[in-house]
């Protein structure tokens, strides 16, 4: 019943910028995690960053130091800021979000990377 919009994606050329957002129905600190994932065509899905409601952080080695998760507790939302972009980060940003033991995903947005 929790509803999620990932919205953010878009074409941007290597070394460039986006931010995504991933909008929840339910408040964000009443859920277990917020998780994003991102699945190229071919590639198995990723988990690329996530948090915990206890505000915990962790991001996938390929992203380290590149992209930063941050939320917005009134607005509902987490965000998944994403510098020095690189072609290998084309590829559908999935949120998912935990609210145990049930979870929720929301459908998609296309990110590419490309000169």
């Known amino acids: 019943q929790v509803q999620v919009v990932e919205s953010g994606g878009g074409l941007v050329q290597p070394g460039g910028s986006l931010r995504l957002s991933c909008a929840a129905s339910?408040?964000?600190?009443?859920?277990?995690?917020i998780i994003w994932y991102r699945q190229a065509p071919g590639k198995e899905r990723e988990l690329v960053a996530s948090?915990?409601?206890?505000?915990?952080?962790n991001y996938a080695d390929s992203v380290k130091g590149r992209f930063t998760i941050s939320r917005d507790n009134a607005k509902k939302t987490v965000y998944l800021q994403m510098n020095s972009l690189k072609p290998e980060d084309t590829a559908v940003y999935y949120c998912?979000?935990?609210?145990?033991?049930?979870?929720?995903w929301g459908q998609g947005t296309q990110v590419t990377v490309s000169s």
């Open positions: 998912n979000v935990r609210l145990y033991p049930r979870s929720y």
């Open positions: 339910e408040s964000i600190f009443s859920i277990d995690a």
């Open positions: 948090f915990t409601s206890g505000g915990s952080t």
